[in-house]
Structure formats: C-alpha cells, structure tokens
C-alpha cells in the first residue's frame, strides 16, 4: 500500500478485470484490505434498512471496493496511467509522476479449446440435452493433476522429483500433499508429505487438456480409447495415466523410475451423461461401447 501512493482524492484508471479503462475520483481507501472504492466504477445493487439518510430502504447501487493494484493514477498534466514518486529538492519533499509506456495490456491470445468450446461446443450441447439458457450449460471447471508417492516415507527425493514432474508437465509449480492421518502399517505419520498435485484452471487448463488430447494419449501403447467408467455420479471424471512418459514434456533419459498420475477433470455438470458429452466435445476419445 505505501508503494502505491493513492489516496481518497485522487483520479485513478482501472488497468485489468472487467472495468478496465473506466476513470473515476477515489471516495475511499480500505488500507487493511489494500481496496479502494472509486466514484461511479464497479456498481452493484445492495438492499439497504431504512435510515436517516434513506428513509425508505431497498435496493440501492453502490460502488464496490477495487482491489489497488488494478488502479493507476493519471497524471493530470498528460492525462495518461502513471505511478507517483516522492523525491527531495531543497530538502523538501516533492512529488514527481513516473511514465508507463504501457498501462493497459490487452490479452488477444486465446487457447484452441476454450475458443472451440465458445464458438461450437455450447451449441452443441445446448441442442443435444435442450436447454434454455446458456447458464445451464455444463463447463470444465478445473483438472487437477495428482501422484501419490508412498516411497517418499523414507526417500524424501522422490517426493521433489515428482514435483519437479508434475510442474514440467502441466506448466504451473506444484505442491506437495500432507497425510492427514496416522497409519502404523505404512509407517506413516499424520502431517508428513505423501504426494504431489497440480490444480489448473482458465488458461492453463485449456492448454493442458489440449497437449493430453493431441500429443500424449496418442502416445501410449495400443491405445484405442480411454473407459468411460471413471465418472463419480457428480459429473466428474478422473482419469489414470501409468507412464508419464506419455507427456513430450518429459526427457525419458533424466527420469528416475516409470510411474503414473491420476488427473481428474472437476465439471458444472449435473449428471455424468451431460459431463461425458462436455468432454467428448472437449477432444476426450472415450471408448466406444
């Protein structure tokens, strides 16, 4: 917050989320929870009780509080996002406005099958079970890409190599899972690290499911489908990989042992009918019954 330098009074530009580029006064600044509310940007509807300064109560709009760092200040001499900067002349304080060449980035980038799943799969499944309205359309919500390394009880390394996998594989770091309980025939004890996992969403998991579809399931031997029996009942499905040698973006020379992952796709979908159509849509080569 004191790097920032806004308080209430200054004119500020939204820089990222979904009022990008709007303009307004800060009326507030919450410091503990490094929010500002600026005047006539972010305008929900709140029902407010009856009080002296609304008699009548009921719904209001209010401005909601914008987390800083989507805020810039403009520089009222250009009128363009800059950071402010304090700096001594004659051994007094001054305030000096730093330029930014670029404030607002704009994102034109989109993965192939979360633009696929925009452009055709919602039709698609809109026709197929009939719905009304496009909210009710199922949608991939996660994948979550776990191992389990029982062997790390005693070789804490194992535990960093799958790590250093799962990280390799999916793009995003990943973190390592703690037993929640003891367990005497395993020689296990509650708290210690037992596993690794991966928890990917937006972006990211659009591209991971588009490199399991197009480069590594293609890659395992005599494949001719995955089975349609992993759904839980809720619309999720997981999956189990035996070789991760399957993923391009494992050298096959600097691998310690062969071993597998689970990988779950977590979906909105309400029965595993609707799921099993969103993933089949999605690229996932189900078995043909």
Known sequence: ???????????????????????????????????????????????????????????????????????????????SATRVGYRMEEGKKSTFYKK??????????????????KSRVIE?????????????????????????????VADKKLLEYAVDE????????AVATISKKDVANFKLRKGVPIGAKVTLRGERMYEFLDRLVTSALP?????????ATGFDGRGNYSLGVTEQIIFPEINIDKIKKIDGMNITFVTSAGTDKEAKSLLTELGLPFKKN
Request: proline share 3%; hydrophobic share 40%.
């Open 100 to 117: 930014i060449e670029s404030s607002i980035i704009v994102m034109a980038y989109l993965p192939r099958l979360k633009e696929e799943y």
């Open 1 to 79: 917050m004191a790097k920032l330098k806004i308080k209430s009074g200054d004119t500020v530009i939204v820089t990222a989320g979904d009022h990008k580029g709007s303009e307004g006064k800060v009326m507030k600044v919450i410091l503990e929870k490094n929010k500002a509310i600026v005047e006539g940007v972010n305008m929900v509807s709140k029902h407010e009780k009856p009080s002296a300064t609304n008699p009548q109560g009921g719904i209001v709009k209010k401005e909601a509080a914008l987390h800083i760092s989507n805020l810039s200040l403009i520089d009222p001499k250009t009128g």
């Open 124 to 152: 698609a499944l809109k026709e197929e079970f009939g719905y009304s309205n496009v909210m009710q359309v199922p949608k991939l919500e996660r994948i979550v890409v776990s191992r389990g390394v029982g062997a790390a």
């Open 166 to 173: 799962l990280t390799n594989i999916t793009g995003q770091k």
């Open 219 to 227: 890659r395992v031997r005599d494949f001719n489908g995955i089975k």
